[in-house]
């Protein structure tokens, strides 16, 4: 297992790691809810935080970025659902 591979994240995983953070955001640490996030997506913890942190950096309207990748996800339901594609990509 190489440390310097870079992995490549599907937008499927890019807009569940925007989602997670923003359904799950109050009250709870963000560093806390990456953690979670890498245990549901299967990846290590450094490589989501630099995912998350590179999708809020590349977008100078990161508020933005967070409301477009909302539109489709209003209700639980579709969230949970989408946690449970993720998974069975794996």
Partial sequence: MSVAKKEN???HENKFLIEYVNQNQKGKNKIHLLKEVSDKLNKNVKDVTNQYFSISKSNSE??????LKTDDIKDKSKFTQLIAELQSLQ
């Fill in 9 to 11: 994240w599907s937008n």
């Fill in 62 to 67: 990161s508020d933005n970025l967070l409301k």
